[in-house]
Structures are given as structure tokens and as C-alpha cells.
DNA sequence: GTCTATAGCAAGATAGAC
DNA sequence: GTCTATCTTGCTATAGAC
């Protein structure tokens, strides 16, 4: 699977540049906290939803207090927006990174083919941010929602310029409507962390079944 | 769309045979508070999951304190597990009721068709129970998904039937495996939640999509 | 950066009046 | 059957010591 990019955590709380000989490599302290208390949150909030992870529960699992989370977030829902943000970052990038790997030269049931297997690896295997963020999208507070929107919608492109290339090749099933088919294979997979066990299931198998459903070969 | 059965509110909680006389279709006044509790309680668990719902929220929204729903339900996990188990119990008898309506005559597709598209009309038009179920039995704790797993398991049983008959009779696409098809189809169906707007879109159009794509005519 | 301590409030649940 | 009142616990968030 293609490495996913870590998340920049340029927030330019200090000023270096008055420090130039400083090691600009050498993660700072509170860097390293800020990204445990991301992860242990991913991992959290995926398994318990937003209302049900508190953040005594988070620090406790980074072995902090909740109070000192405050240093790092201004609420609870900053942080569990950061989380979720990160969420589609991750899918994003990692289909696109999937299709310039495959280049122009693939086959459009190829690429997405591909793009469904990118999305499930880092689904089922890569980390809980994205999982995260679909467990959590629909009960997580206004605030939150809304500032998602804009990445979510970034994320949805990719799809729909797939599906609709394929429309236009003829490539989709002769009764089939191309935004019913966007929507059943996202929703297919943001279902499959219902029931994934990525001990038994092998993500290019499921991607094997849906693109061979859904897409004639071209 | 077929008229879904009342849950059967037959708690015997008094020995009603010793009043022949009293008229036995009246419905008690409990069992009236008992079923608007349990309709309001679908409604908001859908809406902010099972942890973002509080006893005081549903108590409000059916005009009672929190604390008289005690009188009806033991807890807040008892009333849980009864919203979620009547959302099974209500798509199941949807989907069983289409089956039967169409006959042993009709097509295996005609009736993979009419099972998905009875599933989404439950769960796009009648009722919050179903919604719920899906949208909080992951958050749910342990006591209410364990008390849920045998209805689940009877109503998989309806598609691993049907999938299954599919596979046998060699209409499924030529790569696709028989397991991978009906999780994709129940995933499509399930996550449609989160798109779906009664208003713009059709029970039947997305079902002629997904039974195109998975299944081919026989 | 993280702690202790605590404010302020809301949660689930119970007891007893009506 | 529902209410009032309350217990106990847990929550987010803040203030100030270290």
C-alpha cells in the first residue's frame, strides 16, 4: 500500500526563523504529543463515537489528564474535527497516489478498480482516521460537520469524475445511473468497517467483486 | 409499500383474563405511553446516536420527566435494545413480505429487486427504527448488540438465501464471489442513510441500479 | 507541557408523593 | 402512570501551581 503522507503540523506557534541553527528535523515535544493525542482520538472515537469517548478516556490513553488536553486543543471539538480532517485527507490522497501510480495508460476499469482497493486499504488497514471520520460524521456536533464539508466535497470529485468518465465510455451497466452507482460503491465500502477483518478479507478481493459488478471492461 | 406489523405489545403485565367483559382492542394506556416512547426514542437515537441521546431529551419530546420512562423500561440499554430489535424485526418483515407477494414465479432477479427495494423504502420511509438500528448498533454497548445478534443473523439468513441462489443459478458477474455481493449490496443499502432524501430520490431507481450491476437476468 | 483542583452542569437512576 | 426531588457520577472546560 502506498504510504500515506503524515499529517504537516506546521502551526507556526513559535517563530524559528530567528533560530536558524536550530535542527528544523527534530520533532518539538509538543508536536509529538499534539500527534499521540490525534491518534489515540482516531482510535477512540472510531470505536465509541463522538458523545462516547470523553476526554478523560483519551488522556487516559495517552497517559495525560484531560486538562492538559486543552493545551493542545481549544475543545473537544476542535480536536475531534483535526481527527476527522485528517480522515479524508488520508483517503483522498491515498486513491490519487493509487491512480498516478496506475498513469493515463490504464484502463478506466483499472483505475477504478484501484481507487477502490486504495480506499479500502487505508480503510481497513492503514489507521483509524478515516474510520473515524465515517463512524463519526453523522453525530458529530454542527461545528464540526460544517467544517468538513469542503474536504468532503474535494474527496467526492475524484469519484464523480470516475464514475462519470466511465458513463460516458458506455461502461456502466445498461440500467444502471451513474450517481446511484457513485453512491453504492462509497457506500459499500464505508460499510465494509462494519464487517472487515483484515485477518480474512483481502481488499483487492472485495475490489475485484464491485469493479466487476459495476464496471464493464474497456 | 406493505404495511409493516405493529410490534406486539403483549407484555402481560396484569392477568387480563379474569375481565372477559372489558374490551380487549382497547388499547391500556401504558401500552399508548410505552409505544410513543419507543417511536420518539427511534427518532432521536437516529438522529445523534446512542450516547448522544439522553433520557431527559426522549422524555421531553413525549411530554414526561426522565425519570417515569423507569416506569416502562428498566434502562436506558433496555429501551435501546428494544428500538433497535423492532428496526430488524421491521425490515425483515418488509423484505419477507415482498418475497411473498411476488411468488415462486417471479424472476430470481425480479425478486433480489423487490427484497432491496422493500429494505429501502423501511428504511427511507416508514419509520426511525430501522435508521436507528444501523446507525447505533456499533456505539450501542456490549448488553444491547449482544441481545441483538440472533435477529440480525435471522434476517442475513433472507439475503445469504437469495445471494446464494444467485451464485448457483451462475447469475452473479462472471468475477465476483457470492459473500463479497451481499455485503455490498446490504452496505450500499445501509449506508444509503446518509444520502438519501425521500423528496429527490427513489426507493425502486436505486434498486434497479444495484440488482443490474449484481445480478444478471434469468 | 502537564499537573491539581474545581467550577458548572448534565447524565442515569431511585424513592416516595400524588 | 407521572411528578418532584435527589443521589451519585461523569462530563467539558478553566485557573493557577510547578
Redesign the interface.
Known sequence: MSPCCEYPMTDSLSDRSALAATDESAPKRADVSRQQILTVAATLFCA?????TSLRDIGAAVGMKAGSLYYHFASKEELAAEVLRIGVERVHQAVEARLRTLGESASLRGKIEGAIAAHLETLWLESDFTSAHI?CI??APPSVRNSLHQVRRDYETVWRNLIGEAARASL??????PT??R??????????L??SDPGRHKPE??A???A???IREG
Open positions: 465509541r463515537g463522538y458523545a462516547g463512524r453523522h453525530t456502466l451497466p445498461p440500467e444502471a445511473e446511484a452507482v453512491l453504492a460503491i462509497l457506500g459499500a465500502l464505508n460499510w465494509s462494519e464487517w478481493e472485495f475485484r467483486t464491485l466487476a459488478s459495476f
